[in-house]
């Protein structure tokens, strides 16, 4: 590729992955996912969905610890 041709590639905003501890999220995150969307995978742990919402309002990603708490609006 020339440099020309990498310019003129869109790119994507990710953010990095599992770079967090803590997450704030609300019911528009639903059904929650960890890695989020909108994060780069290739270096992350595989997807998987964590039960928040109806019985509790906190969820921690057995992969890589991330804690989750549901912000009521």
Not at 40 to 53: C, E, K, M, Q, Y
Request: aromatic share 8%; charged share 20%; hydrophobic share 30%.
């Amino acid at each position: 590729m020339t440099e020309a041709h990498i310019a003129a590639t869109p790119q994507k905003t990710l953010t990095a992955s599992n770079t967090q501890r803590l997450y704030t999220i609300t019911r528009a995150d639903l059904p929650l996912q960890c890695p989020m969307p909108g994060t780069t995978l290739w270096n992350s742990h595989p997807r998987v969905f964590l039960p928040i919402g109806k019985t509790t309002d906190r969820a921690y990603c057995p992969y890589c610890g991330a804690e989750y708490r549901l912000r009521e609006e």
